[in-house]
């Protein structure tokens, strides 16, 4: 199972950090990524990091603002972001899966419940 928390509301410029804790399991074999869905929106790709480590993100934009990462020890994965814009509001999802495109969501077998994440003008 997977719990995302973290989430909450902040002003435009501000920085939040996910957390997706894994439990039953161990994901360390499993590549890891977040998503998210807003409002009226389909469910879209932000990040993902491989089981070795290596981490690809949605957009350069992402890529520059938020960081993927994990820690093997807690079967953590956290997605730090800054510079948060109003368009990043959305109710983010942790998931787990080991085949497949990592930027595809059918790729994923484990999904977190989401957390929701409001950013604010």
């Known amino acids: 199972q997977l719990q995302a928390s973290g989430g909450g509301l902040v002003q435009a410029g501000g920085s939040l950090r996910l957390s997706c804790a894994a439990s039953?399991?161990?994901?360390?074999?499993?590549?890891m990524a977040w998503f998210r869905q807003a409002p009226g929106k389909e469910r879209e790709f932000v990040a993902a990091?491989?089981?070795?480590?290596?981490?690809?993100h949605s957009t350069d934009s992402m890529a520059g603002r938020f960081t993927i990462s994990r820690d093997y020890a807690k079967n953590t994965v956290y997605l730090q972001m800054n510079s948060l814009k109003p368009e990043d509001t959305a109710v983010y999802y942790c998931?787990?899966?080991?085949?497949?495109?990592?930027?595809?969501?059918?790729?994923?077998?484990?999904w977190g419940q989401g957390t929701q994440v409001t950013v604010s003008s």
């Open positions: 990091i491989t089981w070795r480590g290596g981490t690809t």
């Open positions: 998931a787990a899966g080991n085949v497949g495109g990592l930027s595809w969501s059918r790729s994923y077998d484990y």
């Open positions: 039953g399991r161990t994901f360390s074999s499993y590549n």
